[in-house]
Nanobody, 125 residues
């Protein structure tokens, strides 16, 4: 599986951005697509995930109500809609695929075997 993340940029606090993760290649029948982020000097952290089939979604607490993960099956693309952005959302955002993942492991980066290259999101006034 090859992943291409895009959509990052420089925005002001309160603005919105939509990140895209375009996938190519074969995937398992059950898998998750996740978004992780890594801020300068910090460890990579889980942001959101979409499990398929079924489209169950999972979010870290700090983005609940502001971020939405979704999928366009026809385009093989997963999106992360980010609203009400805050300076603390500044990070490189990565999308990743976890094959045959179980719910209890969907927030764990080691469950994800395929990673995109990352896209930088900067929230600053």
């Amino acid at each position: 599986v090859q992943l291409q993340a895009s959509g990052g940029g420089l925005v002001q606090p309160g603005d919105s951005l939509r990140l895209s993760c375009a996938a190519s290649g074969r995937t398992e029948s059950r898998f998750a697509v996740g978004w992780f982020r890594q801020a300068p000097g910090k460890e990579r952290e889980f942001v959101a995930a979409l499990m398929l089939p079924g489209s169950s979604t999972y979010y870290t607490d700090s983005v609940k109500g502001r971020f939405t993960i979704s999928r366009d099956r026809a385009k093989n693309t997963v999106y992360l809609q980010m609203n009400s952005l805050k300076p603390e959302d500044t990070a490189i955002y990565y999308c990743a695929v976890a094959p045959r993942v179980i719910v209890s492991s969907v927030r764990t980066s080691s469950s994800y075997h395929h990673w995109g290259q990352g896209t930088l999101v900067t929230v600053s006034s």
